[in-house]
C-alpha cells in the first residue's frame, strides 16, 4: 500500500491526484468495516483504485475494494449490486465472495475470501 490511513477522504484524495478519475472510496457494506490503506492499482492496462479493509475486529478478515470508471469495464453507469461466489485459488479450501456494483459511472468490485462452506 502507498497510502496507510483509516481515513476514507484521504485516502480518496491522495489517490484522486494519482488515477484520471475521482475517488470515492464506498465502504464495503459489512458492519464495522475498517480501512487500512490503498493504492493504485492497474487490472490490464486500465487505472483502478485499490483499499484495504478488515471486517470486525484486528482478527477479522480482509477485504479488497477496488474502484475504476465503469465504462472501461464493460458496465453500465448504475448497477445493482450482484454478488457472486468463486474459488480464490484452485485447490484451496477458500472461497471468495466478489460483489460487483456501479454507481453514477464509478464502478466498484468488493472481494471477501472465505473458508469454503463458512458464513459470511
Known sequence: MTVTSPDPAELSERLSRELPFEVRLAPPPRRAAVLEGGRKCALGTL???YSRWRLGTD???ECALYQFRAEDFGLP???????RLV???PGEPRVCVVTVWS???RGYTLVVERAAGGGR
Do not use: I, K, T, Y
Not at 77 to 83: F, N, R, Y
Open 77 to 83: 453507469p448504475d448497477l445493482g449490486a450482484e454478488e
Open 87 to 89: 474459488d480464490c485459488l
Open 59 to 61: 482478527a477479522g478478515p
Open 103 to 105: 454507481v453514477h459511472g
Open 47 to 49: 487505472p483502478v483504485a
